[in-house]
């Protein structure tokens, strides 16, 4: 119902865009029927240029880099939407709690995202990091947080706009539970301002497990993923290679195209755009 | 009057915060299983040695006391030492905080009156081909993973063209001439995605003022544009330009960390993505809390100068 009416909208931008998305998207989902190679197969010796054997050439293992950057599609893309999905969950949750389960509940909440937020999200991941050690789980989870800790202030002032709608004094006034009054009344009706705050945070979490990983310390190896791949291959840069180049422009052609469907999305809807 | 009370209560609740955070940095580290003498003198360790190892680094004392102790010898410059390499961390840091410092503030030095001056153009002639050219960039430059830009500069710069070295060889004694090549492409890097956020906000900033009333009666009196945008405009944006900059500049000494490790740039950023690498708990300590220091602070001043340019939010 939402949609009705604003296709003529879609500019040029918006569908290429858009088909950048829907090819990630393929590519993450089919990774192994359109990869040419494995993801860790030795298929070549180190730094091999681009050949019609391998389209993009070869990374500093000898593996193929286009069937890396498939992979790497699956992997780091993968990983990024677990870990918006439980920022949000967790974000979400507790910032409509806030608002509905009464002032204490709502100062102690604050309170300790307060210091999750006080110090760069960079440092505390990195902290993290050093505490529980590298891993898949490790990251989604201190992204899950950090993130969830931005999304949580959005969500809540979201619910509080919600919050003082006569319906929602209506339900309050027939005696339904918090449950009720999240699921039912809140959720509904912040639904397309966090759509668009999705859209972003998705790019957020993009760029920082990409950062991490080409900090050596996000996904780890051989596990194929475009911030390492940047990484392991950069010494190849010096040399004139540019294939190191291509995983990193991957990222970014995803979170510039993501950004250009919120930016219409959001100027479609009216919702406000936080810069953040 | 006002000013000095909110700023003291902004420095109080900063130390407070710098206060839980160190308590939070040294616990947690403290809660984790397995003990750091086994994990510095390896699984072959007798008892002896670990019980001589744990007396001499001081780990049989109160984990309160440590905490204690741990904070005094910290404020007074004293970092402890490092798991990994067993050196002084103080002596590793010292040098490297001097680095890292020299390339945050020649970067915001360039930076910050580039980005508003950028953000000022863009409000001016909103709308025009300048701030579609402005605003598409920019957005690009803020979509784009750090390591991209930086790897992209390099690409052209040191390799295709062969002006600067790809690495950032930095050794005492430098002279300017020296330090030159070596900050050019780690300063364009960070400077690309500082200014990018900088200039957005700037220009938001500007455009919100520039909707009030008072602009709409300075336009019906005649005044030309850049009357308007210099003498009724730009002063009541001052405040939220200033909040703008600081919190870019507490961004960027962050952002040195992926920057430094582009360029191999012996900073503060690269000797904590190594030791977070090694799980060297006392420097990885240390560097967050000085990285978690230099973001309050920023932070506080942020707040002062945006409230001692902006009287009436004092008040509130």
């Known amino acids: 119902m939402l949609m009705k009416g604003s296709f003529q909208h879609l500019s040029l931008r918006v569908y290429g865009a858009a088909a950048i998305v829907l090819c990630v998207i393929v590519l993450a989902l089919f990774a192994p029927l359109i990869a040419p190679y494995g993801e860790s197969q030795i298929v070549s010796g180190m730094w091999e240029s681009p050949s019609r054997d391998y389209l993009l050439g070869t990374d500093s293992l000898g593996r193929d880099m286009l069937s890396r950057i498939i992979y790497g599609a699956r992997n780091t893309g993968g990983i990024a939407v677990m870990a918006t999905l439980l920022a949000f969950v967790f974000g979400v949750s507790s910032g409509f709690l806030s608002v509905v389960a009464g002032r204490v509940v709502d100062n102690i909440v604050g309170r300790i995202f307060d210091i999750v937020l006080s110090a760069p999200t960079l440092i505390v991941a990195l902290f993290s990091l050093t505490m529980f050690g590298t891993g898949t789980l490790v990251l989604i989870l201190v992204i899950g947080i950090t993130e969830g800790a931005r999304i949580y202030r959005v969500a809540r002032a979201t619910a509080i706009d919600i919050d003082v709608k006569d319906f929602v004094l209506v339900a309050r006034l027939r005696g339904e539970s918090v449950r009720y009054l999240i699921l039912k009344e809140l959720l509904p009706n912040a639904f397309v301002p966090l759509m668009a705050e999705f859209g972003l945070r998705f790019c957020f979490v993009l760029l920082f497990i990409s950062t991490l990983s080409f900090l050596g310390l996000g996904l780890q190896p051989p596990t194929a993923d475009w911030g390492s791949m940047v990484r392991d291959n950069a010494d190849a840069i010096g040399f004139g290679i540019f294939t190191p180049l291509v995983p990193a422009a991957a990222i970014a052609a995803l979170t510039i195209s993501i950004n250009v469907i919120m930016d219409w999305f959001v100027s479609n809807y009216g919702v406000a755009r936080n810069e953040a | ?304 100068l945006g409230a001692a340019s902006n009287p009436r939010s004092v008040g509130r």
Not at chain 2, 13 to 27: C, E, K, M, P, Y
Not at chain 2, 64 to 76: E, M, P, T
Not at chain 2, 103 to 111: D, G, K, S, W
Not at chain 2, 118 to 138: H, Q
Request: glycine share 6%; proline share 4%.
């Open chain 2, 1 to 304: 009057m006002y000013l000095i009370r909110m700023a003291g209560q902004r420095i109080a609740a900063g130390v407070l915060t710098l206060l839980v955070i160190s308590a939070l940095l040294f616990f947690s580290i403290e809660a984790l299983p397995g003990d750091p003498a086994r994990a510095v003198l390896g699984q072959t360790a007798t008892p002896e040695t670990i019980a001589a190892f744990r007396k001499e680094a001081g780990l049989d004392r109160p984990v309160l006391v440590r905490y204690g102790d741990w904070l005094a010898s910290f404020v007074a410059g004293d970092l402890g030492r490092s798991l990994a390499s067993r050196r002084d961390i103080s002596g590793l840091i010292g040098d490297r905080l001097f680095n890292t410092l020299i390339l945050a503030a020649v970067t915001a030095l360039f930076a910050v009156p580039l980005s508003i001056i950028l953000g000022v153009a863009s409000a001016v002639w909103r709308g025009t081909l300048l701030d579609r050219l402005i605003s598409t960039v920019s957005l690009a430059a803020i979509s784009v993973p750090e390591f991209f830009i930086g790897y992209i500069l390099l690409a052209i710069v040191a390799v295709q063209l062969n002006l600067l070295p790809s690495i950032s060889s930095v050794h005492g004694g430098m002279s300017l001439a020296q330090w030159v090549p070596v900050l050019v492409l780690p300063c364009l890097t960070m400077a690309m995605a500082v200014s990018a956020h900088m200039i957005r906000m700037t220009r938001a900033a500007l455009v919100d003022v520039m909707s009030s009333s008072f602009i709409e009666m300075a336009r019906l009196k005649g005044l030309s544009n850049l009357r308007i945008v210099f003498r009724h405009a730009l002063p009541n944006a001052v405040s939220p330009i200033c909040s703008v900059v600081f919190l870019n500049i507490a961004y960027l000494i962050v952002g040195v960390v992926v920057v430094e490790v582009v360029f191999v740039y012996p900073g503060l950023g690269q000797l904590l993505v190594d030791s977070v690498a090694k799980r060297d708990f006392p420097v990885v300590q240390a560097t967050c809390l000085i990285f978690a220091t230099a973001n309050i602070a920023l932070n506080i001043i942020s707040d002062i």
